[in-house]
Protein backbone atom coordinates (compact mmCIF):
# COMPACT_ATOMS: atom_id res chain seq x y z
CA UNK A 1 0.00 0.00 0.00
CA UNK A 2 1.25 3.79 -1.16
CA UNK A 3 1.41 6.15 1.04
CA UNK A 4 -1.62 8.68 1.10
CA UNK A 5 -3.30 11.47 2.37
CA UNK A 6 -7.13 11.75 2.59
CA UNK A 7 -9.20 14.47 3.60
CA UNK A 8 -12.86 15.47 2.07
CA UNK A 9 -13.76 18.59 3.94
CA UNK A 10 -17.23 18.14 2.70
CA UNK A 11 -19.91 18.06 4.72
CA UNK A 12 -22.64 15.55 3.60
CA UNK A 13 -26.64 15.39 4.36
CA UNK A 14 -28.12 12.55 2.40
CA UNK A 15 -31.55 11.82 2.53
CA UNK A 16 -35.73 12.71 2.32
CA UNK A 17 -36.51 16.38 2.38
CA UNK A 18 -33.22 17.19 3.47
CA UNK A 19 -33.37 20.46 0.27
CA UNK A 20 -35.66 22.02 2.90
CA UNK A 21 -33.35 22.80 5.41
CA UNK A 22 -30.74 24.43 2.87
CA UNK A 23 -31.43 27.81 4.64
CA UNK A 24 -30.91 26.95 7.90
CA UNK A 25 -27.52 24.99 6.87
CA UNK A 26 -26.35 28.59 5.37
CA UNK A 27 -27.69 30.81 8.19
CA UNK A 28 -25.87 28.82 10.81
CA UNK A 29 -22.55 29.15 8.67
CA UNK A 30 -23.46 32.42 8.77
CA UNK A 31 -24.60 33.54 5.00
CA UNK A 32 -26.18 36.27 3.96
CA UNK A 33 -26.31 36.16 0.37
CA UNK A 34 -26.24 33.36 -1.94
CA UNK A 35 -25.55 33.18 -6.09
CA UNK A 36 -28.16 30.14 -6.54
CA UNK A 37 -27.22 28.43 -10.01
CA UNK A 38 -29.27 25.87 -11.86
CA UNK A 39 -29.96 24.66 -15.13
CA UNK A 40 -33.14 24.19 -17.00
CA UNK A 41 -36.83 25.03 -15.80
CA UNK A 42 -37.20 21.78 -14.34
CA UNK A 43 -36.72 22.32 -10.83
CA UNK A 44 -39.50 24.84 -11.43
CA UNK A 45 -41.89 22.52 -12.95
CA UNK A 46 -41.13 19.37 -10.59
CA UNK A 47 -41.41 21.93 -7.51
CA UNK A 48 -37.98 21.85 -6.13
CA UNK A 49 -36.86 25.81 -6.79
CA UNK A 50 -40.62 26.92 -4.68
CA UNK A 51 -38.84 24.35 -1.64
CA UNK A 52 -35.28 26.00 -1.89
CA UNK A 53 -36.78 29.26 -2.19
CA UNK A 54 -39.04 29.02 0.38
CA UNK A 55 -36.02 27.58 3.02
CA UNK A 56 -33.71 30.73 1.98
CA UNK A 57 -36.51 33.35 2.89
CA UNK A 58 -37.75 31.60 5.78
CA UNK A 59 -33.97 31.81 6.95
CA UNK A 60 -33.66 35.76 5.79
CA UNK A 61 -30.98 34.22 3.32
CA UNK A 62 -31.08 37.01 0.08
CA UNK A 63 -30.31 35.33 -3.28
CA UNK A 64 -29.30 35.93 -6.94
CA UNK A 65 -29.74 33.74 -9.55
CA UNK A 66 -28.36 31.86 -12.89
CA UNK A 67 -29.83 29.59 -15.18
CA UNK A 68 -29.61 28.18 -18.03
CA UNK A 69 -26.23 25.63 -17.45
CA UNK A 70 -26.30 23.15 -19.99
CA UNK A 71 -24.61 20.35 -20.50
CA UNK A 72 -20.85 19.87 -20.53
CA UNK A 73 -21.16 22.93 -18.98
CA UNK A 74 -19.80 26.13 -20.96
CA UNK A 75 -16.93 28.97 -19.86
CA UNK A 76 -19.10 31.95 -21.41
CA UNK A 77 -22.10 30.87 -18.68
CA UNK A 78 -19.19 30.35 -16.09
CA UNK A 79 -18.31 34.01 -16.34
CA UNK A 80 -21.38 35.39 -16.98
CA UNK A 81 -22.90 33.70 -13.19
CA UNK A 82 -19.23 35.50 -11.68
CA UNK A 83 -19.79 38.51 -12.91
CA UNK A 84 -23.08 38.73 -11.63
CA UNK A 85 -22.01 37.01 -8.33
CA UNK A 86 -19.40 40.30 -8.06
CA UNK A 87 -22.13 42.36 -8.50
CA UNK A 88 -24.67 40.78 -6.38
CA UNK A 89 -22.07 40.92 -3.35
CA UNK A 90 -22.71 37.50 -2.55
CA UNK A 91 -21.27 35.32 0.24
CA UNK A 92 -21.75 31.86 -1.37
CA UNK A 93 -22.60 29.98 -4.57
CA UNK A 94 -25.61 27.73 -4.21
CA UNK A 95 -25.29 25.06 -7.22
CA UNK A 96 -28.97 22.97 -8.05
CA UNK A 97 -28.74 20.36 -10.21
CA UNK A 98 -26.48 17.71 -11.35
CA UNK A 99 -22.71 17.76 -12.50
CA UNK A 100 -22.30 20.11 -15.04
CA UNK A 101 -24.18 22.51 -12.44
CA UNK A 102 -22.01 21.55 -9.80
CA UNK A 103 -18.68 22.17 -11.93
CA UNK A 104 -19.68 25.52 -12.98
CA UNK A 105 -20.34 26.56 -9.08
CA UNK A 106 -16.59 25.49 -8.95
CA UNK A 107 -15.53 28.07 -11.59
CA UNK A 108 -18.08 30.80 -10.68
CA UNK A 109 -16.19 30.42 -7.33
CA UNK A 110 -12.61 31.24 -8.12
CA UNK A 111 -13.59 33.54 -10.67
CA UNK A 112 -16.07 36.05 -8.94
CA UNK A 113 -13.12 35.74 -6.63
CA UNK A 114 -10.30 36.35 -8.47
CA UNK A 115 -12.24 38.81 -10.82
CA UNK A 116 -10.81 37.28 -13.68
CA UNK A 117 -12.36 34.40 -16.43
CA UNK A 118 -12.20 31.78 -15.80
CA UNK A 119 -10.19 30.12 -18.64
CA UNK A 120 -7.71 32.37 -17.04
CA UNK A 121 -7.14 29.45 -14.53
CA UNK A 122 -6.64 26.91 -17.64
CA UNK A 123 -4.06 29.03 -19.39
CA UNK A 124 -1.68 30.11 -16.23
CA UNK A 125 -2.89 33.70 -16.56
CA UNK A 126 -4.36 33.81 -13.03
CA UNK A 127 -4.13 31.40 -10.04
CA UNK A 128 -7.51 29.59 -7.70
CA UNK A 129 -5.99 31.20 -4.42
CA UNK A 130 -9.22 32.14 -3.37
CA UNK A 131 -13.29 31.08 -3.68
CA UNK A 132 -16.44 31.85 -2.32
CA UNK A 133 -17.96 28.68 -0.19
CA UNK A 134 -20.04 26.40 -2.30
CA UNK A 135 -23.03 24.64 -1.32
CA UNK A 136 -24.89 22.13 -3.67
CA UNK A 137 -28.11 20.25 -3.68
CA UNK A 138 -27.62 17.80 -6.46
CA UNK A 139 -30.42 16.42 -8.18
CA UNK A 140 -28.56 14.02 -10.46
CA UNK A 141 -25.96 11.43 -9.60
CA UNK A 142 -22.98 11.05 -11.53
CA UNK A 143 -20.21 12.86 -11.34
CA UNK A 144 -19.13 12.98 -7.68
CA UNK A 145 -18.31 16.90 -7.87
CA UNK A 146 -20.33 17.43 -4.58
CA UNK A 147 -17.48 15.69 -2.76
CA UNK A 148 -14.27 16.37 -4.76
CA UNK A 149 -12.28 19.95 -6.12
CA UNK A 150 -12.11 19.39 -9.40
CA UNK A 151 -14.26 20.83 -12.39
CA UNK A 152 -14.72 20.08 -16.04
CA UNK A 153 -15.91 22.72 -18.54
CA UNK A 154 -16.08 23.28 -22.75
CA UNK A 155 -14.87 26.78 -24.23
CA UNK A 156 -16.83 27.28 -26.95
CA UNK A 157 -14.59 29.74 -28.87
CA UNK A 158 -11.79 26.97 -29.01
CA UNK A 159 -13.65 23.64 -28.78
CA UNK A 160 -11.56 22.52 -26.19
CA UNK A 161 -12.95 20.59 -22.93
CA UNK A 162 -10.48 20.45 -20.05
CA UNK A 163 -10.69 19.79 -16.19
CA UNK A 164 -9.66 21.69 -13.45
CA UNK A 165 -9.40 22.27 -9.82
CA UNK A 166 -8.08 23.50 -6.22
CA UNK A 167 -8.64 22.19 -2.47
CA UNK A 168 -10.17 25.54 -2.28
CA UNK A 169 -13.30 24.45 -4.43
CA UNK A 170 -14.23 21.50 -2.42
CA UNK A 171 -18.08 22.41 -1.95
CA UNK A 172 -18.79 23.05 2.21
CA UNK A 173 -21.98 21.42 2.26
CA UNK A 174 -23.93 19.03 -0.78
CA UNK A 175 -27.12 17.66 0.17
CA UNK A 176 -28.09 14.40 -1.22
CA UNK A 177 -31.74 13.32 -1.30
CA UNK A 178 -32.83 10.09 -3.91
CA UNK A 179 -36.20 10.89 -4.55
CA UNK A 180 -34.72 14.61 -6.20
CA UNK A 181 -33.49 11.89 -8.65
CA UNK A 182 -36.52 10.30 -9.47
CA UNK A 183 -37.49 12.20 -12.73
CA UNK A 184 -33.79 11.97 -14.61
CA UNK A 185 -35.18 10.23 -17.98
CA UNK A 186 -33.47 6.91 -18.78
CA UNK A 187 -30.89 8.58 -20.83
CA UNK A 188 -29.16 10.51 -18.31
CA UNK A 189 -29.75 7.54 -15.89
CA UNK A 190 -27.78 5.36 -17.91
CA UNK A 191 -25.18 7.54 -18.52
CA UNK A 192 -24.71 8.26 -14.94
CA UNK A 193 -24.42 5.08 -14.34
CA UNK A 194 -21.27 4.11 -17.30
CA UNK A 195 -19.37 7.59 -15.77
CA UNK A 196 -19.65 6.40 -12.03
CA UNK A 197 -18.12 3.07 -13.52
CA UNK A 198 -15.65 4.86 -15.26
CA UNK A 199 -14.31 7.03 -12.44
CA UNK A 200 -13.47 3.54 -10.54
CA UNK A 201 -12.79 1.33 -13.20
CA UNK A 202 -9.97 3.50 -14.74
CA UNK A 203 -7.87 3.26 -11.56
CA UNK A 204 -8.81 -0.38 -11.02
CA UNK A 205 -7.52 -1.28 -15.11
CA UNK A 206 -4.00 1.43 -14.91
CA UNK A 207 -2.96 0.76 -11.32
CA UNK A 208 0.68 -0.33 -10.88
CA UNK A 209 0.16 -1.38 -7.62
CA UNK A 210 -1.94 -1.26 -4.28
CA UNK A 211 -4.28 -3.05 -1.58
CA UNK A 212 -6.56 -5.43 -2.43
CA UNK A 213 -8.97 -3.39 -0.31
CA UNK A 214 -9.27 -1.23 -2.99
CA UNK A 215 -9.42 -3.83 -5.71
CA UNK A 216 -13.01 -4.74 -3.52
CA UNK A 217 -14.09 -1.11 -3.04
CA UNK A 218 -14.05 -1.04 -6.51
CA UNK A 219 -15.49 -4.22 -7.96
CA UNK A 220 -18.53 -3.37 -5.37
CA UNK A 221 -19.41 -0.15 -6.60
CA UNK A 222 -19.47 -1.71 -9.80
CA UNK A 223 -21.71 -4.28 -8.89
CA UNK A 224 -24.19 -1.82 -6.87
CA UNK A 225 -23.91 0.77 -9.93
CA UNK A 226 -25.17 -2.25 -12.35
CA UNK A 227 -27.70 -3.82 -10.30
CA UNK A 228 -29.06 -0.37 -8.95
CA UNK A 229 -29.05 0.75 -12.85
CA UNK A 230 -31.13 -2.56 -13.82
CA UNK A 231 -33.56 -1.67 -11.14
CA UNK A 232 -34.30 2.07 -11.77
CA UNK A 233 -34.76 2.05 -15.75
CA UNK A 234 -37.44 -0.44 -14.72
CA UNK A 235 -39.14 1.32 -11.59
CA UNK A 236 -37.58 5.10 -11.18
CA UNK A 237 -38.81 5.49 -8.11
CA UNK A 238 -37.64 2.86 -5.95
CA UNK A 239 -36.02 4.81 -3.33
CA UNK A 240 -33.56 2.15 -2.18
CA UNK A 241 -32.10 1.86 -5.62
CA UNK A 242 -31.87 5.54 -6.29
CA UNK A 243 -30.20 6.19 -2.77
CA UNK A 244 -27.70 3.09 -3.48
CA UNK A 245 -26.94 4.47 -6.60
CA UNK A 246 -26.44 8.21 -5.77
CA UNK A 247 -23.96 7.25 -2.74
CA UNK A 248 -22.32 5.03 -5.09
CA UNK A 249 -21.72 8.01 -7.32
CA UNK A 250 -20.32 9.89 -4.67
CA UNK A 251 -17.66 7.24 -3.14
CA UNK A 252 -16.75 6.41 -6.97
CA UNK A 253 -14.71 10.37 -7.08
CA UNK A 254 -14.34 11.33 -3.52
CA UNK A 255 -11.03 10.35 -3.23
CA UNK A 256 -11.82 7.16 -1.30
CA UNK A 257 -11.13 4.99 -4.46
CA UNK A 258 -7.74 5.67 -5.27
CA UNK A 259 -6.10 5.47 -1.93
CA UNK A 260 -2.73 3.36 -1.38
CA UNK A 261 -3.04 2.74 -4.98
CA UNK A 262 0.23 3.73 -7.39
CA UNK A 263 0.30 4.99 -11.16
CA UNK A 264 -3.52 5.71 -11.45
CA UNK A 265 -4.80 7.10 -14.64
CA UNK A 266 -7.98 8.79 -16.56
CA UNK A 267 -7.26 7.84 -19.92
CA UNK A 268 -10.95 7.47 -21.35
CA UNK A 269 -11.78 10.65 -19.48
CA UNK A 270 -9.22 12.54 -21.70
CA UNK A 271 -10.29 10.48 -24.98
CA UNK A 272 -13.94 11.22 -23.87
CA UNK A 273 -13.50 14.90 -23.25
CA UNK A 274 -11.85 15.05 -26.86
CA UNK A 275 -15.11 13.87 -28.36
CA UNK A 276 -17.41 15.95 -26.54
CA UNK A 277 -15.45 19.55 -27.42
CA UNK A 278 -16.45 18.44 -30.60
CA UNK A 279 -19.29 16.34 -30.69
CA UNK A 280 -21.05 17.91 -27.68
CA UNK A 281 -22.26 14.14 -27.02
CA UNK A 282 -23.44 13.82 -23.20
CA UNK A 283 -20.39 12.83 -21.32
CA UNK A 284 -21.65 9.22 -20.06
CA UNK A 285 -22.21 8.63 -23.63
CA UNK A 286 -19.43 9.63 -24.88
CA UNK A 287 -17.65 7.26 -22.04
CA UNK A 288 -19.39 4.38 -22.91
CA UNK A 289 -18.20 4.52 -26.59
CA UNK A 290 -14.45 5.26 -24.92
CA UNK A 291 -13.89 2.46 -22.55
CA UNK A 292 -14.37 -0.54 -24.44
CA UNK A 293 -12.32 0.41 -27.15
CA UNK A 294 -9.76 1.65 -24.82
CA UNK A 295 -9.71 -1.79 -22.91
CA UNK A 296 -9.09 -3.55 -25.89
CA UNK A 297 -6.00 -1.53 -26.93
CA UNK A 298 -4.88 -1.05 -23.21
CA UNK A 299 -5.67 -5.05 -22.11
CA UNK A 300 -2.28 -6.41 -22.49
CA UNK A 301 -0.79 -3.38 -20.17
CA UNK A 302 -2.20 -5.04 -17.23
CA UNK A 303 -3.96 -8.38 -17.22
CA UNK A 304 -3.94 -9.14 -14.17
CA UNK A 305 -6.23 -6.50 -13.35
CA UNK A 306 -8.03 -7.50 -16.44
CA UNK A 307 -8.39 -10.88 -15.67
CA UNK A 308 -10.02 -9.94 -12.64
CA UNK A 309 -12.38 -7.85 -13.47
CA UNK A 310 -14.23 -10.32 -15.85
CA UNK A 311 -13.88 -12.71 -12.93
CA UNK A 312 -15.45 -10.49 -10.70
CA UNK A 313 -17.80 -8.66 -12.40
CA UNK A 314 -19.00 -10.98 -15.09
CA UNK A 315 -18.13 -14.07 -14.14
CA UNK A 316 -16.00 -14.76 -17.02
CA UNK A 317 -13.00 -16.63 -17.64
CA UNK A 318 -11.16 -14.57 -19.90
CA UNK A 319 -9.84 -10.65 -20.26
CA UNK A 320 -12.20 -10.33 -24.15
CA UNK A 321 -15.11 -12.15 -22.62
CA UNK A 322 -14.88 -9.54 -19.69
CA UNK A 323 -14.88 -6.63 -22.07
CA UNK A 324 -17.62 -8.20 -24.27
CA UNK A 325 -19.55 -8.54 -21.38
CA UNK A 326 -19.43 -4.78 -20.23
CA UNK A 327 -19.99 -3.35 -23.32
CA UNK A 328 -23.09 -5.56 -24.06
CA UNK A 329 -24.14 -4.10 -20.33
CA UNK A 330 -23.46 -1.01 -21.92
CA UNK A 331 -25.75 -1.87 -25.22
CA UNK A 332 -28.83 -3.30 -22.71
CA UNK A 333 -29.25 0.34 -21.62
CA UNK A 334 -29.29 1.75 -24.24
CA UNK A 335 -25.85 4.15 -24.20
CA UNK A 336 -24.07 3.93 -27.60
CA UNK A 337 -20.49 1.72 -27.68
CA UNK A 338 -19.53 2.99 -31.20
CA UNK A 339 -18.85 6.05 -32.59
CA UNK A 340 -21.36 5.89 -35.73
CA UNK A 341 -23.68 5.34 -32.81
CA UNK A 342 -23.36 8.80 -32.05
CA UNK A 343 -23.06 10.14 -35.23
CA UNK A 344 -19.07 11.13 -35.05
CA UNK A 345 -17.73 10.36 -38.62
CA UNK A 346 -13.62 9.94 -39.87
CA UNK A 347 -13.46 13.51 -40.62
CA UNK A 348 -13.55 14.57 -36.78
CA UNK A 349 -11.16 12.00 -35.82
CA UNK A 350 -8.32 14.00 -36.57
CA UNK A 351 -9.49 17.35 -34.42
CA UNK A 352 -10.66 14.72 -31.71
CA UNK A 353 -7.33 13.50 -31.45
CA UNK A 354 -5.47 16.83 -30.96
CA UNK A 355 -8.20 17.70 -28.31
CA UNK A 356 -7.70 14.52 -26.31
CA UNK A 357 -3.99 15.08 -26.79
CA UNK A 358 -3.94 18.44 -25.29
CA UNK A 359 -5.45 17.16 -22.09
CA UNK A 360 -3.11 14.41 -21.85
CA UNK A 361 -0.06 16.98 -22.01
CA UNK A 362 -1.95 19.01 -19.19
CA UNK A 363 -2.51 15.66 -17.11
CA UNK A 364 1.25 14.57 -17.74
CA UNK A 365 0.65 11.28 -19.70
CA UNK A 366 1.47 12.49 -22.84
CA UNK A 367 4.38 10.38 -23.09
CA UNK A 368 1.41 6.97 -22.87
CA UNK A 369 -0.98 8.65 -25.14
CA UNK A 370 0.88 10.27 -28.28
CA UNK A 371 -1.50 11.60 -30.44
CA UNK A 372 -0.54 8.15 -32.68
CA UNK A 373 -2.27 6.10 -29.32
CA UNK A 374 -5.00 7.90 -29.07
CA UNK A 375 -5.60 7.91 -32.95
CA UNK A 376 -6.02 3.48 -32.49
CA UNK A 377 -8.26 3.85 -29.57
CA UNK A 378 -10.42 6.28 -31.58
CA UNK A 379 -9.97 3.01 -34.22
CA UNK A 380 -11.26 0.20 -31.85
CA UNK A 381 -14.38 3.01 -31.33
CA UNK A 382 -15.45 2.33 -34.85
Known amino acids: ??????????????????????????KNDGIKKVLMVYGSHSIKKNGLYKKVTKSLKESGIAFAEYSGIKSNPRVSDVDKAAELARNEDVDAILGVGGGSVMDSVKGISAASKCNCNVWDFYTQKAEINDAFPIYNIVTLAATASEMNSGFVLTNEETSEKLGNGSPLLYPKVSIL????????PKDYTAYGAVDIIAHVLEGYLTRTSGPD???????????????????????????????????????????????????????????????????????GAGLSIVIPAWMKWYKSKNEDQFKRFAKEIFGKDTIDDGIKSLEDWFRSIESPVRLIDAGITDETLPDITLKSHKQALKWGIDKEYSAEAISEILQFAK
Open 1 to 26: MQNFEFCVPTRIIFGRGKEETIGEVL
Open 177 to 184: NPELTFTV
Open 213 to 283: LMNMYIESIIKTVIKTTEIILINPEDYDARAEFMWSATLALNGSAKTGMDGISFPNHMVEHGISAISDIAH
